[in-house]
Protein backbone atom coordinates (compact mmCIF):
# COMPACT_ATOMS: atom_id res chain seq x y z
CA UNK A 1 0.00 0.00 0.00
CA UNK A 2 1.49 3.72 -0.75
CA UNK A 3 1.41 6.00 1.77
CA UNK A 4 2.81 9.32 1.65
CA UNK A 5 2.73 11.08 4.71
CA UNK A 6 3.56 15.45 4.82
CA UNK A 7 5.00 17.09 8.23
CA UNK A 8 6.49 20.74 8.63
CA UNK A 9 3.20 22.66 8.13
CA UNK A 10 2.30 25.49 10.80
CA UNK A 11 2.17 29.15 11.51
CA UNK A 12 5.10 31.57 10.17
CA UNK A 13 5.01 35.43 9.35
CA UNK A 14 5.34 37.05 6.28
CA UNK A 15 9.37 36.93 4.89
CA UNK A 16 9.56 33.68 7.01
CA UNK A 17 10.13 30.08 6.32
CA UNK A 18 9.32 26.57 6.24
CA UNK A 19 10.65 23.20 5.12
CA UNK A 20 7.61 20.28 4.31
CA UNK A 21 8.60 16.63 4.65
CA UNK A 22 6.65 13.76 2.37
CA UNK A 23 8.28 10.42 3.39
CA UNK A 24 7.04 7.82 1.02
CA UNK A 25 6.31 3.53 1.74
CA UNK A 26 9.48 3.15 0.32
CA UNK A 27 8.15 2.60 -3.33
CA UNK A 28 9.93 3.92 -6.65
CA UNK A 29 8.10 6.37 -8.52
CA UNK A 30 8.78 8.48 -11.46
CA UNK A 31 8.00 12.02 -9.96
CA UNK A 32 6.55 13.45 -7.26
CA UNK A 33 4.87 16.67 -6.39
CA UNK A 34 3.42 19.55 -4.04
CA UNK A 35 -0.06 21.01 -4.65
CA UNK A 36 -1.42 23.39 -2.38
CA UNK A 37 -5.28 24.56 -2.07
CA UNK A 38 -6.50 27.28 -0.29
CA UNK A 39 -9.90 27.87 0.93
CA UNK A 40 -12.37 28.21 -2.10
CA UNK A 41 -9.68 27.68 -4.08
CA UNK A 42 -9.08 24.79 -6.87
CA UNK A 43 -5.91 22.54 -5.56
CA UNK A 44 -2.67 23.96 -7.98
CA UNK A 45 0.68 22.74 -8.96
CA UNK A 46 3.56 24.35 -6.68
CA UNK A 47 6.35 22.27 -7.41
CA UNK A 48 7.62 18.47 -9.00
CA UNK A 49 11.09 16.61 -9.34
CA UNK A 50 11.85 13.63 -11.32
CA UNK A 51 12.57 10.59 -8.72
CA UNK A 52 14.57 7.99 -10.87
CA UNK A 53 15.84 8.90 -14.26
CA UNK A 54 17.74 12.16 -12.98
CA UNK A 55 16.70 14.68 -10.26
CA UNK A 56 15.24 18.30 -12.78
CA UNK A 57 12.51 19.80 -10.65
CA UNK A 58 9.89 21.97 -12.32
CA UNK A 59 7.94 25.36 -10.37
CA UNK A 60 5.13 27.25 -10.59
CA UNK A 61 6.01 31.09 -11.66
CA UNK A 62 4.81 32.30 -8.37
CA UNK A 63 7.27 30.23 -6.26
CA UNK A 64 10.14 30.32 -8.67
CA UNK A 65 13.60 31.92 -6.72
CA UNK A 66 11.88 31.00 -3.02
CA UNK A 67 10.04 27.38 -3.19
CA UNK A 68 12.90 24.60 -3.64
CA UNK A 69 11.95 21.11 -3.74
CA UNK A 70 14.26 18.13 -3.32
CA UNK A 71 14.54 14.63 -2.04
CA UNK A 72 16.79 12.00 -0.40
CA UNK A 73 16.14 8.88 -2.06
CA UNK A 74 17.98 7.46 0.68
CA UNK A 75 15.37 8.53 3.41
CA UNK A 76 12.84 7.89 0.28
CA UNK A 77 11.62 11.58 1.46
CA UNK A 78 10.86 14.56 -0.52
CA UNK A 79 11.24 18.20 0.66
CA UNK A 80 9.77 21.62 0.06
CA UNK A 81 11.46 24.59 1.50
CA UNK A 82 9.63 27.11 1.26
CA UNK A 83 11.69 30.81 2.01
CA UNK A 84 10.40 34.67 1.84
CA UNK A 85 6.67 33.17 2.38
CA UNK A 86 4.25 35.45 1.51
CA UNK A 87 0.30 35.70 2.81
CA UNK A 88 -0.77 34.11 -0.52
CA UNK A 89 1.28 31.25 0.49
CA UNK A 90 -1.26 30.57 2.67
CA UNK A 91 -2.92 26.73 1.85
CA UNK A 92 -2.81 23.00 2.91
CA UNK A 93 0.45 22.02 0.80
CA UNK A 94 -0.09 18.00 -0.62
CA UNK A 95 2.67 15.63 -1.32
CA UNK A 96 1.43 13.54 -4.47
CA UNK A 97 3.12 10.93 -6.40
CA UNK A 98 3.14 8.97 -9.72
CA UNK A 99 4.42 6.40 -12.18
CA UNK A 100 3.23 8.36 -15.30
CA UNK A 101 6.37 9.48 -17.41
CA UNK A 102 6.04 13.07 -17.18
CA UNK A 103 9.21 15.07 -18.14
CA UNK A 104 9.75 18.93 -17.79
CA UNK A 105 6.44 20.79 -16.93
CA UNK A 106 4.49 17.73 -17.96
CA UNK A 107 3.29 16.75 -14.50
CA UNK A 108 1.43 19.45 -13.53
CA UNK A 109 -2.11 18.65 -13.23
CA UNK A 110 -3.62 17.03 -9.98
CA UNK A 111 -4.81 14.24 -12.32
CA UNK A 112 -1.60 12.88 -13.33
CA UNK A 113 -0.94 12.27 -9.75
CA UNK A 114 -2.88 9.12 -8.37
CA UNK A 115 -0.79 8.79 -4.65
CA UNK A 116 -1.54 11.51 -2.37
CA UNK A 117 -0.45 12.36 1.18
CA UNK A 118 -3.03 13.90 3.89
CA UNK A 119 -2.00 17.51 3.70
CA UNK A 120 -0.09 20.25 5.78
CA UNK A 121 -1.34 23.10 6.79
CA UNK A 122 0.89 26.30 6.36
CA UNK A 123 -0.70 29.62 7.47
CA UNK A 124 1.38 32.90 6.43
CA UNK A 125 0.63 35.81 8.99
CA UNK A 126 1.07 39.24 7.83
Known amino acids: QVQLVESGGGLVQAGGSVRLSCATS??????MGWFRQAPGKEREFVAA?????????DYTDSVKGRFTISRDSAKNTVYLQMNSLKPEDTAVYFC????????????????????WGQGTQVTVSS
Open 26 to 31: GRAFSK
Open 96 to 115: AATNLFLPGTAGRRPSQYPY
Open 49 to 57: IRWNGGSST
